[in-house]
């Protein structure tokens, strides 16, 4: 028998700094799951001691056993201890992987008690390379944890090794830059953005005063690259290859003299590579990708682009969880992202759970195609052999918890069963006591996702109760007889009144739809438990509610707009009001929300803006008042705030300070609220 608790002795590891911080980790896990006791004097089970010993393991594997009184580790490598010091933490502790993320209820017992027969053989992961992206990660980027922003980040690559995680793209821009040696000291291999090739500095950056064109400037973007592969000569890297523009777009929108598919081509193979040799010279047994993602892909199967057999074609979703090119502005190919039979080597994918797109897509709310969908997805990339690679866009990762762990079950097998997994899934985080209830409404989360197009995919994310307003109210304010050329995409509709009228029969079926999901969540949580009913609020019920709020703004913004095309000011400026308070809604749910160790994470929600909608809606009554109140701004006050008998009595204009918008507001709204 083996006794765990808080007296049981981890040796440190003082030559390994990913080993030393996991063995850190468990001690914390047990100083959570264990009470504090004085050391065992005469019990007949003494705490015993955990000891590593380097063997004949497969790499990343571990061997747990119990030996002469000791659990023993046995590993050949860093990742394979690292793994094998957090499966004793959530074998025998019964921590698990998200239990920061979803405030895993860990309850304190004396001490685990660990047979002495007690064994664990760990088996090789179906997918080589797998991890995440902290990508949009605008949240994680503003907020602390006691005090450090830093540890915040800790927890997304801890959460992401407990998943089985072996690789990261650890944050955007800067933020790749900062945190990747911490990444690196905890154990996981770098890989980059698809725009930043070798994980290098931008050039535009680096030379703001200069066109960001290689063929005016070789000499220095190849400088950048130079010390992109210096910087990071001590860490274990997976190396991306590649050429986009200084920002996440094609490179010829920088550089016109590129025009046809082939030039481009051309350029993109030859600097791929030139980054190739630059890596093999300094590791020959290096491994290199690069991404088939947009125009990229486009240039791939025209049979523009070619490159070195040994790197990892890196194909991608199209950030709705379909293996299809993704949709770029109004441009929506939908080429297959998946290579044909006769396409042999190494491939991956570059898969998203959250995506920014500026148009309809998720990303502080959970994916709202299905479960059914997103693995049917994934069986058809195992199917295609694509086992080498996997880059998980996890964006802010709280949001995102349920899919990023039913991904990380498939990194182990190649496979998941959905309807195990859910049920573990929520065993594990909600409790026993509440696993149907909770499976119920995890399942119609989806069901009452909205369908925008014609396509399998095609659901809105909360960027579509939110973007939308915004182009609908711009182009209200610039050209009302245009249509908004950026709804393209999304309608057909041949003037500004047709595009409205598309949008607002979706959100008003939508609104009615999820504040009838919400009164189900929020019926279901009054009977939960108290620690169920808590992450149930946090998740599911916040985002029914983001999604009731925004619809139900967006449907009274349509309604603004159509008003105010008719000259109908005055229910237009009603309207938009009425809008823009359901946008605060939506916001003050998300600060509902910040408790504890959360307060602050919604803070710098900037991508999706929900607080940047009501602002514009601001705007539009301000602009519709302007229209049929203006210059004056006397008559709508007379008309609401002035007895039947005085309106017309105009021997001073006003004798008071004139109202300012939420004033006039407050008083239609008695005047008409039902």
Not at 10 to 22: E, F, G, K, Y
Not at 194 to 218: C, I, N, V, W
Not at 437 to 461: C, F, I, T, W
């Amino acid at each position: 028998m083996f006794l765990l608790n808080q007296n049981t002795v981890i040796p440190p590891d003082q030559n390994d700094t990913a080993v030393q911080l996991a063995i850190g980790n468990l001690k914390r896990d047990i100083s959570k799951a264990c009470k504090k006791s004085e050391p065992c004097m005469q019990s007949e089970v003494e705490p015993g001691e955990i000891v590593l010993i380097k063997g004949l393991q497969e790499k990343e594997c571990f061997y747990l056993n119990i030996s002469n009184g000791r659990l023993q580790i046995h590993a050949s490598d860093t990742l394979g201890f690292v793994y094998g010091l957090y499966e004793i933490s959530h074998t025998i502790l019964g921590i698990q992987p998200f239990w920061f993320w979803n405030d895993q209820k860990i309850t304190a017992r004396d001490a685990y008690e660990i047979p002495s027969d007690f064994e664990y053989q760990s088996t090789p992961f179906a997918i080589r390379l797998r991890g995440w992206f902290v990508n949009d990660e605008v949240l994680i980027h503003t907020w602390s944890v006691n005090g450090r922003k830093e540890e915040s980040w800790e927890m997304v690559f801890e959460a992401l090794i407990r998943s089985g995680g072996n690789m990261v793209i650890p944050g955007t821009d800067r933020n790749g830059t900062k945190y990747r040696k911490l990444a690196s000291d905890m154990g996981l291999m770098i890989t980059h953005h698809h725009a930043e090739p070798l994980g290098a500095d931008m050039f535009a950056r680096k030379y703001p005063g200069l066109t960001p064109s290689y063929a005016q400037y070789p000499d220095k973007f190849i400088g950048l690259w130079k010390a992109g592969i210096e910087s990071q000569k001590d860490m274990h890297v997976i190396w991306n290859l590649g050429f986009r523009g200084q920002g996440d777009r094609p490179f010829w929108a920088d550089d016109p003299q590129y025009q046809t598919s082939k030039a481009r081509g051309e350029l993109m193979g030859s600097l791929i590579r030139i980054q190739y040799d630059m890596v093999k010279k300094v590791d020959p047994d290096a491994i290199c990708c690069t991404n088939l993602y947009g125009e990229t892909m486009e240039l791939y199967k025209e049979g523009y682009l070619d490159f070195p057999e040994d790197v990892i074609k890196i194909w991608a979703d199209n950030g709705y969880g379909k293996m299809v090119s993704r949709r770029q502005n109004n441009h929506n190919p939908r080429i297959e992202a998946l290579p044909p039979d006769s396409d042999h080597g190494m491939h991956g994918i570059y898969y998203h759970v959250s995506f920014y797109d500026l148009q309809a897509a998720n990303h502080i709310t959970m994916l709202t195609n299905s479960v059914d969908f997103v693995c049917s997805e994934l069986n058809r990339v195992v199917a295609h052999g694509i086992t080498d690679y996997w880059i998980i866009n996890c964006s802010n990762v709280k949001p995102h918890v349920y899919y990023l762990d039913l991904i990380a079950t498939m990194w182990k097998s190649g496979k998941v069963d959905i309807k195990e997994h859910e049920e573990n899934y929520i065993t594990t985080y909600y409790g026993k006591k509440d696993v149907q209830a909770v499976k119920q409404y995890l399942n119609d989360y989806h069901k009452y996702a909205v369908s925008y197009g014609p396509n399998e995919d095609d659901h809105a994310g909360e960027q579509f109760t939110n973007y939308v307003p915004r182009m609908l109210i711009s182009q209200y304010m610039k050209d009302r007889n245009s249509t908004q050329k950026d709804l393209l995409w999304a309608t057909d509709a041949k003037d500004l009144k047709g595009q409205i009228d598309w949008y607002m029969k979706l959100c008003q079926e939508a609104a009615k739809g999820y504040r009838l999901y919400c009164r189900e969540c929020e019926g279901a949580v009054l009977s939960m438990e108290h620690h169920a009913a808590e992450l149930m609020k946090d998740s599911l019920l916040l985002q029914a509610k983001i999604y009731a709020y925004c619809f139900s703004g967006a449907y009274e913004a349509s309604k603004g707009l159509l008003y105010a095309l008719n000259q109908d000011y005055q229910l237009g400026f009603y309207h938009a009001g009425l809008a823009r308070e359901q946008y605060d809604q939506a916001y003050s749910c998300l600060h509902e929300r910040e408790h504890g160790k959360w307060n602050g994470f919604y803070q710098n929600e900037c991508l999706t803006d929900i607080r940047q909608t009501a602002w514009v809606l601001e705007g539009l009554m301000s602009y519709i008042r302007n229209m049929g109140d203006g210059p004056h701004f006397n008559a709508w006050q007379r008309e609401f705030l002035y007895a039947e008998e005085d309106r017309r009595v105009i021997l001073v204009t006003n004798m008071e300070n004139h109202l300012t918008n939420l004033e006039l507001l407050a008083l239609m709204k008695e005047r008409w609220s039902d």
